[in-house]
């Protein structure tokens, strides 16, 4: 299990070939990456720069990675996500889940998005035509996140 | 007692500071009673600490509430709702 964050851009093909390299018991990868939209909430978005709690941040990804080694049959799970000044197309976060089947991988790299979007402490400064603001919290991120409280 | 305390995010701008080391007086041994003690600053703390305003607090690096315990050393943070991902 790994987390990184970075200001750095990340190569979604590169860390998938480390992280499967000589692996035989992986059967099957799902990805996720977010990146960075040239619109939001009808405005268009010049940069937007991403800040963090240091030390925290990372405490909460890899609290959220080991939930969903506990919760589902997985092998491993990389997360990275990214800080600082970012544009429009920029990559983000980068989610990456191994497993011997689909099902898992698929529902593990969704759970840990849920829960980084709503536990993980980032936050979003847009600049935009009308000026720099932050991003504010969206109830159906609280809302995905529950979604998992009440499958379990 | 001596905390840490630090704001993130759009708090760390209405208050204009980012982290500070604080001496509290006797009696201050909760999140909600240092959120109190904090408003009672005065200017701009009342706004940015008021009930009103949705804010997260971590204790220690850990997700805290009202009634979290803070001890000497601890380290407090106050944020918005994160916006991550």
């Known amino acids: 299990m790994s987390v990184r964050v970075q200001q750095a851009d990340f190569d979604l093909g590169a860390e998938i070939a480390a992280l499967r390299a000589g692996n035989p018991k992986i059967g099957a990868i799902a990805s996720f990456i977010g990146l960075v939209r040239d619109t939001n909430d009808g405005d268009s978005v010049a940069t937007m720069t991403l800040e963090h709690y240091p030390g925290m941040t990372e405490k909460a990804l890899e609290a959220i990675v080991d939930k969903a080694l506990?919760?589902?049959?997985?092998?491993?799970?990389?997360?990275?996500?990214?800080?600082?000044?970012?544009?429009?197309?920029?990559?983000?976060?980068?989610?990456?889940v191994t497993s011997a089947h689909r099902?898992?991988?698929f529902a593990a790299c969704e759970?840990?998005?849920?829960?980084?979007?709503?536990?993980?402490p980032f936050w979003k400064k847009e600049q935009t035509g009308q000026g720099e603001r932050w991003v504010g919290a969206r109830a159906s991120d609280d809302d995905?996140?529950?979604?998992?409280?009440?499958?379990s | 007692m001596s905390v840490k305390i630090l704001f993130f995010a759009g708090l760390r701008e209405q208050l204009g500071t980012?982290?500070?080391?604080?001496?509290?007086?006797?009696?201050i041994s909760t999140?909600?009673?240092?959120?109190?003690?904090?408003?009672?600053?005065?200017?701009e703390w009342p706004t940015a600490l008021g009930a009103q305003r949705a804010l997260r607090v971590a204790v220690n690096q850990?997700?805290?509430q009202a009634t979290t315990p803070v001890?000497?050393?601890?380290?407090?943070?106050?944020?918005?709702?994160?916006?991550?991902?």
Not at chain 1, 76 to 91: F, I, M, N
Not at chain 1, 111 to 120: C, P, Q
């Open chain 1, 70 to 96: 506990a919760r589902w049959d997985i092998l491993d799970a990389l997360v990275v996500h990214r800080v600082g000044e970012l544009r429009p197309t920029d990559q983000i976060v980068m989610v990456v």
């Open chain 2, 71 to 85: 001890k000497a050393g601890d380290e407090v943070a106050f944020f918005p709702p994160v916006t991550g991902g």
């Open chain 2, 62 to 64: 850990d997700m805290a």
């Open chain 1, 144 to 151: 995905a996140a529950a979604r998992w409280k009440q499958e």
């Open chain 2, 31 to 43: 999140v909600a009673a240092l959120r109190a003690h904090l408003m009672a600053r005065g200017g």
């Open chain 2, 18 to 27: 980012g982290a500070e080391q604080i001496e509290l007086p006797p009696g």
């Open chain 1, 103 to 105: 099902g898992e991988a």
């Open chain 1, 111 to 120: 759970f840990i998005m849920d829960y980084l979007k709503t536990e993980a």
